[in-house]
């Protein structure tokens, strides 16, 4: 009997050498406008203590109580991989004394986060996430950064008209408290109404209710209390700055008191950028601030707000709406053929002059031999620009012959000094 073929994890993929491209584009594309607000990367690990996300997420979460990948390592340590990034950016930030003296710190981090979900299009067990936390400003400015910020990013991918911020308060830790009882003191006559998740909600969680996407459940959301009838002054006064900001800024944006978030950790701004173009899996950034966290992690009261966006799903979302720029899955501008003798030898020393001279040209030299059909299909296939081709008399004669891979493309013969200043007229 064969051996059997070993398979990814559901729901745990492969990123192919064709896709890497789409990936390296939206990552770069986010990087510059983090680098242009003068944010930095932090790099954590993807295994943390599990009480680290018990303390910060909270037990009574979805992801603490069905979704963790939790094991005991050999010293009998109950292990996590991370589902979020935030909790592992504050221990980080507080072990390694980041916040300190009131310092103010932005920061960002890129990685894999994982979650035993049900694995469905835009949603994986292993999944990436590009996450942006900022540390020591209380202000409402630093909320409406983050919030701008990822509008130029928009802006930058293309995106921009199939996105909407959705805008809400959650007011601080008492307005939670009081509006919670108002809502179970509504909800619990309908309690048999409610979907199954939302049943058990209603005395663990019952704020999570609000963002139920059961129909009936919603319904009966209609006449329940309005979250912004408990805000307390402060909150109340944030808000209201924040959105003169992004109004000032032109930054649309709808008011959405339903939005509260998954995580148990926030408080006053909560934000989601949503889309209308990936069915159910709407969500493309989301996040808010959250002041407590630090605190209640061991460290001092800082205040904080941030955010994360879902890799996969804005790649999904580039795809959707067709805005992914022709030239990032061009991967070759020159490729070099070796047609017998010791050309094999010769191109790969031209190879190396052109890169050497030419850093941003990027050349690929055929090896393994082979006849010039099955070389000239391979230089076809390569995506490469043009293809140089290479003979015995070429090198005797310190020429190369050169033609664009398109079928209307002229053969041009070059002297071996003239090749780089040529590329770089003809590649820009």
């Not at 919030?147 to 996105?163: E, F, P, S, Y």
């Not at 050309?343 to 090896?367: E, G, S």
Request: glycine share 8%; charged share 25%.
């Amino acid at each position: 009997m064969a051996n059997k073929k070993i398979k990814a994890i559901r729901g745990m993929n492969d990123v192919l050498p064709s896709q890497t491209p789409v990936w390296q584009y939206l990552e770069n594309s986010v990087k510059a406008v983090l680098g242009g607000y003068g944010y930095q990367e932090i790099r954590m690990p993807i295994v943390e203590q599990t009480h680290l996300f018990k303390r910060s997420i909270g037990e009574v979460t979805d992801i603490v109580e069905k979704e963790m990948y939790t094991f005991e390592d050999r010293n009998g340590d109950s292990l996590t991989l991370r589902p979020e990034g935030t909790a592992s950016c504050v221990r980080a930030c507080e072990e390694h004394s980041l916040l300190s003296n009131n310092q103010s710190q932005r920061l960002w981090y890129l990685g894999p986060m994982f979650r035993h979900e049900r694995p469905q299009k835009g949603r994986y067990r292993q999944f990436f996430q590009i996450g942006v936390e900022t540390f020591g400003m209380a202000t409402p400015d630093i909320d409406a950064e983050t919030i701008l910020l990822t509008a130029r990013l928009w802006q930058k991918l293309g995106i921009q008209d199939a996105v909407e911020l959705q805008l809400n308060t959650i007011g601080s830790a008492q307005t939670r408290i009081d509006y919670k009882a108002a809502l179970v003191e509504y909800l619990t006559p309908f309690a048999d109404q409610l979907d199954e998740d939302s049943q058990r909600r209603l005395t663990t969680n019952p704020l999570r209710i609000l963002d139920s996407k059961d129909q009936n459940t919603q319904t009966l959301l209609n006449d329940a209390p309005e979250l912004h009838t408990y805000l307390d002054d402060e909150s109340r006064e944030h808000f209201a700055k924040l959105t003169r900001i992004l109004d000032a800024a032109g930054i649309e944006y709808k008011i959405n008191q339903r939005l509260v978030r998954g995580l148990d950790y926030y408080g006053k701004t909560v934000f989601e950028w949503v889309t209308d173009k990936l069915g159910s899996q709407g969500t493309v950034c989301a996040g808010g601030r959250y002041d407590g966290l630090v605190e209640q992690l061991g460290g001092k009261p800082t205040p904080a707000v941030g955010f994360a966006m879902g890799v996969e799903r804005l790649i999904l979302l580039l795809e959707t709406l067709g805005v992914i720029p022709a030239q990032v899955n061009t991967t070759l501008d020159v490729y070099i053929t070796a047609l017998g003798g010791d050309t094999d030898q010769a191109a790969l020393l031209l190879a190396d002059n052109i890169r050497q001279q030419q850093p941003q040209v990027r050349v690929q030299t055929h090896c393994g031999g082979g006849s010039y059909k099955s070389q000239m299909k391979k230089a076809q296939n390569s995506s490469a620009r043009f293809v140089i081709l290479l003979e015995d008399d070429d090198i005797q004669a310190k020429r190369v012959r050169i033609k664009p891979l398109t079928e209307d493309g002229e053969q041009v013969e070059l002297n071996n000094d003239e090749i780089s200043s040529w590329l770089a007229a003809q590649l820009g």
